[in-house]
T-cell receptor, first 114, second 116 residues
Framework: KAGVTQTPRYLIKTRGQQVTLSCSPI?????VSWYQQTPGQGLQFLFE???????NKGNFPGRFSGRQFSNSRSEMNVSTLELGDSALYLC?????????????FGPGTRLLVL | AQSVSQHNHHVILSEAASLELGCNYS??????LFWYVQYPGQHLQLLLK??????LVKGIKGFEAEFIKSKFSFNLRKPSVQWSDTAEYFC??????????????FGKGTHLIIQP
């Protein structure tokens, strides 16, 4: 079974630009969560989508948004990029949303904002 | 909001030594508890998880963890570590709400180095 895939793997943007990251979950998984990982703050929850609906949202500004498609693939968008948005963005998928399911993580997209 | 503290950021052990990594969380309600591991060059993967029942849970590769509710702790243990256990270890929590749960809150991680 193929794992969680994320594209692109690396990205360089400049301040003020916007970026869209993509995540394809494991086949059969309907929940997709996004996390930001930085050396200073560690892993922080961004949001979770299930059946095309955002179920949970972390404490991030409105510049961070996401969506999920009918095939469970998900995208996250960051508008008006800031230097502090440089991070590894991880996507994780799971079967459901009970909170007990194992989340399977992808390799991440490393974003550098200059 | 809940928070997770991992006491040791860096741990260096020799092979065959015993391991205990501390994890404490702050949340008054019912939680699900996890330990994830990231081996060099690999994705984050689940080591073990606890929801209810026996507070001593066993995971992959000989790891186990004990949930002590009164101490809000979920420490990870392994009786004898191997060089291949060198990795970053993350404790994580999500709080149960209604029929589901919120997103995972992670600790800052413990970088474990096993010397041959």
């Amino acid at each position: 079974k193929a794992g969680v895939t994320q594209t692109p793997r690396y990205l360089i943007k400049t301040r003020g630009q916007q970026v869209t990251l993509s995540c394809s979950p494991i086949s059969g998984h309907r929940s997709v969560s996004w996390y930001q990982q930085t050396p200073g703050q560690g892993l922080q929850f961004l949001f979770e989508y299930f059946s095309e609906t955002q179920r949970n949202k972390g404490n991030f500004p409105g510049r961070f948004s996401g969506r999920q498609f009918s095939n469970s693939r998900s995208e996250m968008n960051v508008s008006t990029l800031e230097l502090g948005d440089s991070a590894l963005y991880l996507c994780a998928s799971s079967r459901g949303t009970s909170g007990r399911e194992t989340q399977y993580f992808g390799p991440g997209t490393r974003l550098l904002v200059l | 909001a809940q928070s997770v503290s991992q006491h040791n950021h860096h741990v260096i052990l020799s092979e065959a030594a015993s391991l205990e990594l501390g994890c404490n969380y702050s949340y008054g309600g019912t939680v699900n508890l996890f330990w994830y591991v990231q081996y060099p060059g690999q994705h984050l993967q689940l080591l073990l998880k606890y929801f209810s029942g026996d507070p001593l849970v066993k995971g992959i590769k000989g790891f186990e963890a004990e949930f002590i509710k009164s101490k809000f702790s979920f420490n990870l243990r392994k009786p004898s570590v191997q060089w291949s256990d060198t990795a970053e270890y993350f404790c994580a929590v999500n709080a149960r709400s209604g029929g589901g749960a919120d997103g995972l809150t992670f600790g800052k991680g413990t970088h474990l180095i096993i010397q041959p």
